[in-house]
């Protein structure tokens, strides 16, 4: 048997939820309005259905705050709490799923992760990324070819942003060890597409666990840890970004 509704069994006023959608303004976007009431539902029913108290509602908040007062340019805490939480993922797989239904296939995209700088600098085809590189790490050669999702040709002057983490698992950002945009570079692609860099093996590690997302993670009984990888974005003109990494 199935279960009915929760508006059919709910005890609480059917119609909140909805006077509270239709208080949206006239002037609002299409978008907002359909996003903002889409959420506003979702966020409601799960409340109607445990039933929270103040306490434990006013303990969630508190929560929020924390990740917002934690996140600074070091680190993201909301970030990493959509990625715990899954959300992050979810909206990248909404994003490749609507790239793979096009008639050409793309790299698959992954999620771009809280430690990303805007200003890594362009380093020359086959120049080192790390530059303190620790006595267990491993250096490696990393190379690739940027091409056209359709007619597979190469495509030069496409930019190749990469960034990972060293072998304690800390980014620049999370480590002052580490000199200025170590273990990051943009590169950009040659005649053929190719670009080529050396760069450490990337190692596993565990996020920011001191936080929210750490405290969530515990409380559901599940590890803080991601697998080995490297983040990549490319870009050039004319055509859709990718964001990805590669899991070593």
């Known amino acids: ?48 259905e445990v039933e929270p108290t103040v306490d434990e509602w006013m303990k969630g908040v508190q929560l929020i705050n924390w990740a917002g007062q934690m996140s600074n340019d070091k680190r993201n805490e909301g970030q990493l709490l959509c990625d715990v939480i899954g959300l992050e993922s979810l909206v990248d797989e909404i994003t490749y799923k609507k790239a793979s239904e096009a008639t050409t296939f793309v790299t698959r995209s992954a999620i771009l992760g809280p430690f990303f700088r805007t200003d890594h600098p362009i380093r020359d085809k086959g120049a080192t990324i790390s530059f303190n590189t620790p006595d267990d790490a491993e250096v490696v050669y990393m190379n690739g070819r940027v091409l056209d999702a359709k007619t597979k040709k190469p495509l030069s002057n496409a930019s190749v942003d990469m960034w990972e983490a060293s072998t304690n698992g800390l980014y620049k950002q999370q480590d002052d060890n580490q000199v200025d945009c170590n273990l990051r ?61 590669i899991f070593d």
């Open 1 to 48: 048997m199935s279960a009915a509704p929760a508006s059919d069994t709910s005890r609480f006023d059917p119609n909140f939820t909805q006077h509270v959608i239709d208080s949206i303004g006239p002037n609002t976007s299409p978008r907002m309005r359909e996003v903002m009431g889409s959420l506003t539902k979702h966020l409601h029913d799960p409340a109607r």
């Open 185 to 245: 570079g943009t590169f950009i692609t040659d005649a053929n597409g190719e670009y080529a860099f050396y760069c450490i093996k990337p190692t596993a590690y565990p996020v920011p666990d001191d936080g929210l997302a750490g405290k969530l993670l515990d409380l559901l009984d599940r590890h803080p840890y991601r697998p080995a990888h490297i983040h990549l974005i490319v870009l050039i003109d004319g055509y859709k970004p990718i964001t990805t990494q």
